[in-house]
């Protein structure tokens, strides 16, 4: 049939190359260490996230006055707090809301930046310059003033 001859036959050099092309930045990426040892600490993290339920050893709202400030042993192996919870399993479960603040941190920035970056340069002229000047002010003052 006409159609198996023509998916048979080899793709032009042109579309292999734009294909190749296109993995490049991510192969450079990768074979960087410290871009992948970044990679593998997030996957690791996220990882833990996703498991937290069986990898945290003992409910982490759980209070047990006879472990209070227990040290490190088989069964806490980061101890226990003044109120003897599981200071291991709090860890794991704390990682959900450290992530989950992180990513809604640079979504939230990243989409008002993008937000005006596409008012600036559409509109262009005045309100680029006031967006501008916006932008240098917030950066003209040192971090920790504003916190």
Known sequence: MPGDALANREKP???????????????????????????????FMALVVVTAGWLAPHDPTKAN????????????????D???????????????LTLLVG???VALGGGVGVALGLLAGFY?????????????LLLAFPYFLLT
């Open 13 to 43: 050099a042109a579309i292999k190359q734009r294909g190749e092309d296109r993995l490049r930045p991510l192969a450079r990426f990768v074979r960087r260490p410290r871009a992948s040892i970044a990679i593998a600490i997030l996957g």
């Open 65 to 80: 006055l006879s472990l209070r400030l227990e040290g490190s042993s088989r069964d806490y192996p980061f101890g226990t």
């Open 82 to 96: 003044w109120i003897g919870r599981c200071l291991l399993s709090r860890v794991i479960h704390g990682i959900r």
């Open 103 to 105: 990513l809604g941190t």
């Open 124 to 136: 262009g002229r005045i309100l680029e310059m006031i967006i501008m000047r916006m932008t240098d």
